[in-house]
């Protein structure tokens, strides 16, 4: 009797095992809350005082920045921000490397921002992977 409960209680555990990675895969990936709070990407580009104030071996200057995030919001993003946890204050400037998109829900809004999104990533040397479920995708220049 003794191994039947064992058995019992090992499927027990792996069935609620895979409940919770299920629930887990469905909710999508959420970031650390540094990463899903700053300001929003272009009022802290017009703000910035920077000549290069997001990711300067990305795009050089602020304005060309300023261009992307633009275009981010013309292929659909709803909120483009640049996260508390990317940004750096010195002695000289302001700046930042990364920011986060907040992707629609509305399919083909969401692949052209997708792609623009995958495009980054594979520059930066990874392998961009989409979840469904994914609500914001965080974009990293180093």
Known sequence: MGAKLAIGLTAGVLL????????????????PKEFTEGPEALVWLKKNRGESALASNRF??????????????????????????????????????????TLPTDPARRERVWRICAEEIRRAGFNPEESKNEKQVLLWWD
């Open 16 to 31: 609620l095992g895979t409940y919770y990675l299920e629930d887990v895969w469905e909710k999508g990936v959420e970031l």
């Open 60 to 101: 050089g200057e602020t304005q060309n920045a300023a261009r992307f995030v633009r275009q981010l919001y013309d292929a659909g993003a709803l909120r483009v921000i640049v996260p508390e946890g990317s940004i750096t204050k010195d002695d000289v400037e302001t700046y930042a490397d990364s920011l986060v998109v």
